[in-house]
């Protein structure tokens, strides 16, 4: 189930991390334990930082270099490019779930309807 899981979040990960973003802004380590967290699921380095990278080049986050701290760290914040990408990702992602769903449900009542004439 773990490889399922890690093959579709794969493909909304872009999302998955606007949305992290959007809830707080974040460094790249940061990102990468909170989906291990939230999702059981591990994405090293060599996957978050170029698709960071590609988002920032796309004008979806923006990165800023926190030299405050002991170790400096490029914080994301995201842009309103972003939020409205992630708002058309959400409700595409909403879409398709509750497509299935209905499917699932349709199939459950043929199945019940099949039952009662029997």
């Known amino acids: 189930m773990n490889k399922l899981r890690q093959s579709m979040l794969k493909g909304i990960l872009p999302a998955v991390i606007l ?9 790249g380590y940061q990102i990468i334990t909170s989906i291990r967290r939230q999702y ?6 060599s996957t978050i930082y170029p698709l960071l ?3 920032e080049k796309e004008g979806y986050i923006k990165g800023e270099w926190n030299l405050t701290t002991e170790r400096p760290r490029k914080i994301y914040t ?3 490019q972003g939020k409205k990408y992630l708002d058309e990702a959400k409700t ?8 299935i769903i209905i499917l699932e449900q349709q199939e459950i009542i043929k199945e019940w309807i099949l039952q009662q004439t029997a």
């Open 19 to 27: 949305n992290m973003i959007e809830k707080q802004p974040m460094h």
């Open 40 to 45: 059981h699921v591990y994405y090293g380095p």
């Open 53 to 55: 990278n590609k988002l």
């Open 78 to 80: 995201l842009t309103s």
């Open 92 to 99: 595409e992602l909403r879409l398709i779930t509750s497509s």
